[in-house]
């Protein structure tokens, strides 16, 4: 097979994604009061791109503070309670990568293209939270989520950007328990 031609546009994601994500928390806000919690979500495969989150009413319901699975159900992306998916982006993201696996098998290529993902999610909830939009919604912690990809580390190291040392310590402290 021969090399892809298809190019993607890292900016255009970026911007897209800190507007779908105001968007988001202005729905959801407005939706439940109690929302504590969202997360960037981007599949692996990199073939779609949404967000989940979770509300303090969702989480009492699957545990009570003391209960040994407590932090699982508060910090595990999969477990809570509001999924969506950014359905043009990932439209985008899902031609492309179709394109990428039609033309080529070059692996090479897709992991340059996961980590160049990665690192534009990344720029994108920076963004967000440096931009005026974002001071209504401190109290609501954001994550970045690439299923079955991250590690601890890395995942730790994202939280605390975004949300500050402070409250990163319990998310850190507990992170065995739900990753």
Excluded at 64 to 69: L, W
Aim: hydrophobic share 40%; charged share 25%.
């Amino acid at each position: 097979m021969q090399k892809a031609q298809a190019s993607f546009d890292y900016i255009k994601l970026e911007a897209a994604i800190v507007l779908e994500m105001e968007q988001a928390l202005q729905t959801y806000r407005a939706m439940y009061d109690d929302l504590y919690i969202v997360a960037l979500d981007c599949s692996s495969d990199l073939w779609s791109i949404g967000l989940m989150a979770n509300t303090k009413t969702y989480l009492a319901e699957q545990a009570d503070k003391d209960a040994e699975d407590y932090w699982y159900y508060k910090y595990c992306e999969e477990e809570w309670c509001i999924f969506a998916t950014f359905d043009k982006l990932s439209a985008e993201m899902h031609q492309y990568m179709k394109k990428l696996h039609d033309t080529t098998d070059d692996t090479e290529h897709f992991e340059q293209h996961r980590a160049t993902i990665i690192a534009t999610c990344k720029k994108a909830l920076c963004q967000l939270i440096a931009s005026p939009f974002y001071q209504a919604y401190t109290d609501i912690l954001l994550t970045f989520n690439v299923r079955e990809y991250l590690e601890q580390e890395e995942r730790i190291a994202i939280f605390e950007r975004l949300n500050g040392a402070v409250r990163a310590q319990e998310y850190a402290e507990h992170i065995e328990e739900f990753v």
